[in-house]
């Protein structure tokens, strides 16, 4: 649990700097409005790679530890079959470096042209994503090199758990925010491409803020069942 801890602290500042590195990046200012849109486009069809693989069935694992431990368990040794597979884990891990990378491009020309509520949202979010996927990704290749299995048990024992375990107390943080920040993130995105196709700003807004309070919703419940709240 210390290396992991180490590791993600010192992922932390790596993965700052190059997210919000200078925006005066030749790269980044030589790129053309029509190169943006492509890079964007890679950048969202990669995002629904990601959410497909790992991301939505990684929430619904953790969803599922709010009936109990048990069937988040049963869960995971069936998802882990899909994310771990030895093909589809060097992909995941490509598509998670390509969406660090051009999300930082895509991050920096934002950061100069003007923003809505919904365009800085998605931006701080997508921020927050970079180095959460950095540090968590980071954190679970030091916890097998190590030989640890980071699973439910390892979260919730009775005499280690999340809530009794002082050095454990930032997880709720990181397993609270996490969701919360993709989901915000894809719901801004979302908002983005509907108004692309002329649909009516006020129906668009509506949709955006539905998906971000079915984040906090969701986040929540894990956040409960990591806690030791459950069904059954």
């Known amino acids: 649990?210390?290396?992991?801890?180490?590791?993600?602290?010192?992922?932390l500042p790596i993965s700052t700097a190059a997210l919000l590195g200078p925006t005066s990046s030749p790269i980044v200012a030589a790129m053309t409005p029509s190169a943006h849109r492509r890079l964007g486009l890679a950048h969202g069809v990669s995002a629904c790679a990601i959410l497909l693989l790992f991301v939505g069935p990684h929430i619904v694992n953790h969803v599922a530890g709010f009936w109990n431990g048990p069937v988040h368990v049963a869960v995971m040794s069936v998802?882990?079959?899909v994310y771990r597979?030895?093909?589809?884990?060097?992909?995941?891990?490509?598509?998670?470096?390509?969406?660090?990378?051009?999300?930082?491009?895509?991050?920096?020309?934002?950061?100069r042209m003007p923003s809505d509520l919904f365009g800085t949202v998605q931006t701080m979010c997508g921020v927050y994503i970079g180095i959460y996927f950095l540090a968590h990704m980071t954190a679970v290749f030091a916890a097998r090199y190590a030989d640890?299995?980071?699973?439910?048990?390892?979260?919730?024992?009775?005499?280690?758990?999340?809530?009794?375990?002082?050095?454990?107390?930032?997880?709720?943080a990181?397993?609270?925010?996490?969701?919360?920040?993709?989901?915000?993130?894809?719901?801004?995105?979302l908002r983005w491409i509907l108004l692309q196709r002329d649909l009516p700003p006020a129906t668009v807004n509506r949709v955006a803020w539905t998906l971000m309070t079915v984040g906090v919703l969701t986040s929540s419940i894990i956040l409960l069942a990591l806690l030791n709240v459950h069904i059954a």
Request: proline share 4%; charged share 15%.
């Open 1 to 11: 649990d210390r290396d992991v801890t180490g590791v993600q602290t010192c992922a």
């Open 79 to 81: 998802v882990r079959h």
């Open 85 to 111: 597979n030895e093909f589809v884990q060097p992909v995941l891990l490509a598509l998670i470096g390509f969406q660090i990378l051009s999300g930082a491009a895509l991050v920096r020309r934002r950061m």
């Open 148 to 172: 640890v299995d980071t699973n439910w048990v390892w979260l919730t024992r009775p005499n280690d758990s999340l809530l009794v375990s002082l050095t454990k107390l930032r997880l709720i």
């Open 174 to 189: 990181h397993y609270w925010a996490g969701p919360i920040a993709i989901i915000a993130h894809v719901a801004c995105g």
